[in-house]
T-cell receptor, first 113, second 109 residues
Framework: DAGVTQSPTHLIKTRGQQVTLRCSPKSGHDTVSWYQQALGQGPQFIFQYYEEEERQRGNFPDRFSGHQFPNYSSELNVNALLLGDSALYLC????????????FGAGTRLSVL | RKEVEQDPGPFNVPEGATVAFNCTYSNSASQSFFWYRQDCRKEPKLLMSVYSSGNEDGRFTAQLNRASQYISLLIRDSKLSDSATYLCVPKGSARQLTFGSGTQLTVLP
């Protein structure tokens, strides 16, 4: 039973560039949430996708956008990267919008230089 | 007041010790509570769910005090492998999880 998978595992970008991170949910799950975790902090909610639509959004600027595909996989895009975007980006999957339990992937560590 | 507050620690305890962490939350409508553990540079992994007054799973016990809006995690007979950061997550009607900053535990040999 495949868990949540994310790619790439590490990424180095420079300021102003754009990045795309990918996530495949746990088998049987249809909802994907994205979180940003800065060093020493808990994960911060970015947004959640269900049925290919953004259903909930946290306090992140429009530079952060996403997409969900018919097979439930998801992408997180960040434009005009800032140094402060350096963080671990975590994808979590769950079942349905009311699904309480979220399972996390290993994350993508993004460094912006 | 932050939505979720945790003592950041670090808690350094010897093997075999009992240790407890507290977590306070501000949303009185929170219905579900979760404790996740996160190893260094790894993803959070669900440790325990709490839907009523508490839950127990082996050496781990979570207790909920709705009146005072805090939840605690007790670890008995600590093992070296318990060393991690423990994240408290109260969940209300919102679909996203709101994490505390975590409590760092180091179990010493």
């Amino acid at each position: 039973d495949a868990g949540v998978t994310q790619s790439p595992t590490h990424l180095i970008k420079t300021r102003g560039q754009q990045v795309t991170l990918r996530c495949s949910p746990k088998s049987g799950h249809d909802t994907v949430s994205w979180y940003q975790q800065a060093l020493g902090q808990g994960p911060q909610f970015i947004f959640q996708y269900y049925e290919e639509e953004e259903r909930q959004r946290g306090n992140f600027p429009d530079r952060f956008s996403g997409h969900q595909f018919p097979n439930y996989s998801s992408e997180l895009n960040v434009n005009a990267l800032l140094l402060g975007d350096s963080a671990l980006y975590l994808c979590a999957s769950s079942l349905g919008l009311a699904g309480n339990i979220q399972y996390f992937g290993a994350g993508t560590r993004l460094s912006v230089l | 007041r932050k939505e979720v507050e945790q003592d950041p620690g670090p808690f350094n305890v010897p093997e075999g010790a009992t240790v407890a962490f507290n977590c306070t939350y501000s949303n009185s409508a929170s219905q579900s509570f979760f404790w996740y553990r996160q190893d260094c540079r790894k993803e959070p992994k669900l440790l325990m769910s709490v839907y009523s007054s508490g839950n127990e799973d082996g050496r781990f016990t979570a207790q909920l005090n709705r009146a005072s809006q805090y939840i605690s995690l007790l670890i008995r007979d600590s093992k070296l492998s318990d060393s991690a950061t423990y994240l408290c997550v109260p969940k209300g009607s919102a679909r996203q999880l709101t994490f505390g900053s975590g409590t760092q535990l180091t179990v010493l040999p």
